[in-house]
């Protein structure tokens, strides 16, 4: 069987999109390809049973047999690592692991993937360099868009990974803006080559998959609905923190941006009820649009805004209740709005999560990351890598 590890330089760096990609290739080969986690740090339950949320995703995502238990084999939840570190975890995580990968041995090819850097798993004997060489795989190391940033993280990592004896297959690099860089991928297949490793890939900027759909949004935060507006598809183009005055508010604010703002701030958010108004006026009542911009010469600091303005939503956070108005005024205007008993911090740092995430019900994102891959990484190459795999 062929193995292959895929490693990143951070979080973040786009190892999921490259999973999802290289899997969908091997398939498309018309091999029998299966994925492996061999240690998690973002636990979910499904089903009753703990797994990393990276082997539930892959599982449903292509319909993959395994039971999470050997996908997902260690998994690290909060609280863990001070147990371990205690001496109260006396299991043999690595011999666990050792089961799990041996479950797969009937298949052609096997996508093992890491968690963070190669150094992450170290606190409990398990970093992504002890593990690659545990299993023998050769390692891909994805990092993202830049220059001089993804040479010297994936040159660190390599060296990490070949302290313990694991063969860096190549790196990938993910997040690059090729318009704007034109020979940005023969800049990093120089500069990787002066430290012997090969480039297998560069692949394109693509605002659609680091961003989720507002029903994602709405699913990951909760809250209360104040008014769902129109299509919970929309991908969010943008998150922007409603803390200023309105006017400096607009300047930040576009079509596909999600406003993140104190529940108690009227102005701002009369103020972005006003701008969608502007925006939908065409098709509204006109005494619709009275009673909004009403509402907005009536309060404080707020301001009127033309279309260019208009917001896709709105979360209220503090658990603020906005005035029975002001509310009508959200509801008449038909923007998305929900309140959260968290304040703004909690929810942005959630949001943000979520922006970087991809989850098995998001089939545009999924296939537009299979099309990428497909397209940009040459599925042989990679084939090529694992098939030179070797007991070291």
């Known amino acids: 069987m062929r193995h292959l590890y895929l490693a990143a330089t951070g979080q973040n760096r786009g190892k999921t999109t490259a999973s999802l990609g290289l899997l969908d290739g091997f398939r498309r080969r018309g091999l029998n390809a299966g994925f492996m986690k061999p240690v998690g740090q973002r636990t979910v339950i499904e089903d009753g049973v703990p797994a990393d949320e990276d082997a539930v995703l892959m599982r449903e995502v292509f319909d993959l047999p395994e039971p999470l238990?050997?996908?997902?084999?260690?998994?690290?939840?909060?609280?863990?690592t001070k147990s371990y570190i205690a001496g109260d975890v006396v299991e043999d995580l690595g011999a666990r692991i050792d089961s799990a990968h041996a479950t797969f041995e009937r298949h052609d090819v096997l996508l093992i993937e890491g968690t963070g850097h190669a150094g992450v798993g170290a606190v409990i004997?398990?970093?992504?360099?002890?593990?690659?060489?545990?299993?023998?795989?050769?390692?891909?190391?994805?990092?993202?868009?830049?220059?001089?940033?993804?040479?010297?993280?994936?040159?660190?990592?390599?060296?990490?990974?070949?302290?313990?004896?694991?063969r860096v297959a190549g790196a990938i690099v993910n997040k690059v803006r090729v318009d704007e860089q034109p020979g940005i991928e023969r800049t990093l297949e120089r500069g990787l080559a002066r430290h012997g490793i090969a480039l297998l890939g560069v692949l394109p900027y693509r605002?659609?998959?680091?961003?989720?759909?507002?029903?994602?949004?709405?699913?990951?935060?909760?809250?209360?609905?104040?008014?769902?507006?129109?299509?919970?598809?929309?991908?969010?183009?943008?998150?922007?923190?409603?803390?200023?005055?309105?006017?400096?508010?607009?300047?930040?604010?576009?079509?596909?941006?999600?406003?993140?703002?104190?529940?108690?701030?009227?102005?701002?958010?009369?103020?972005?009820?006003?701008?969608?108004?502007?925006?939908?006026?065409?098709r509204m009542l006109p005494s619709t649009v009275e009673q909004i911009d009403h509402l907005v010469v009536q309060t404080p600091g707020a301001i009127d805004a033309g279309p260019e303005a208009k917001a896709l939503g709105m979360l209220l956070t503090g658990g603020y209740q906005p005035r029975p108005e002001v509310l009508d005024a959200i509801q008449q205007a038909g923007m998305f709005a929900a309140v959260l008993p968290e304040d703004t911090y909690p929810v942005a740092s959630a949001v943000h999560d979520l922006l970087v995430?991809?989850?098995?019900?998001?089939?545009?994102?999924?296939g537009t990351i299979k099309a990428l891959v497909w397209e940009h990484l040459q599925i042989d190459r990679f084939l090529e890598a694992a098939t030179e795999a070797a007991p070291l």
């Not at 990592?157 to 070949?162: G, I, Q, T, V």
């Open 357 to 366: 995430k991809t989850h098995a019900g998001d089939s545009g994102k999924i």
């Open 207 to 282: 605002p659609l998959l680091s961003n989720p759909t507002l029903g994602m949004v709405l699913e990951g935060v909760g809250g209360q609905v104040i008014h769902p507006g129109p299509d919970h598809d929309r991908v969010i183009d943008d998150v922007a923190i409603g803390a200023m005055e309105p006017g400096h508010m607009l300047e930040r604010v576009g079509p596909g941006t999600l406003v993140i703002v104190p529940g108690d701030r009227e102005d701002v958010i009369l103020t972005l009820a006003a701008a969608h108004v502007a925006g939908e006026s065409w």
């Open 69 to 80: 238990g050997v996908m997902s084999p260690v998994h690290i939840p909060r609280g863990f």
């Open 125 to 166: 004997g398990l970093s992504n360099a002890v593990v690659a060489a545990r299993l023998n795989a050769p390692a891909v190391i994805v990092s993202e868009g830049g220059v001089g940033r993804p040479i010297d993280e994936i040159v660190l990592n390599a060296s990490h990974f070949a302290a313990h004896g694991v």
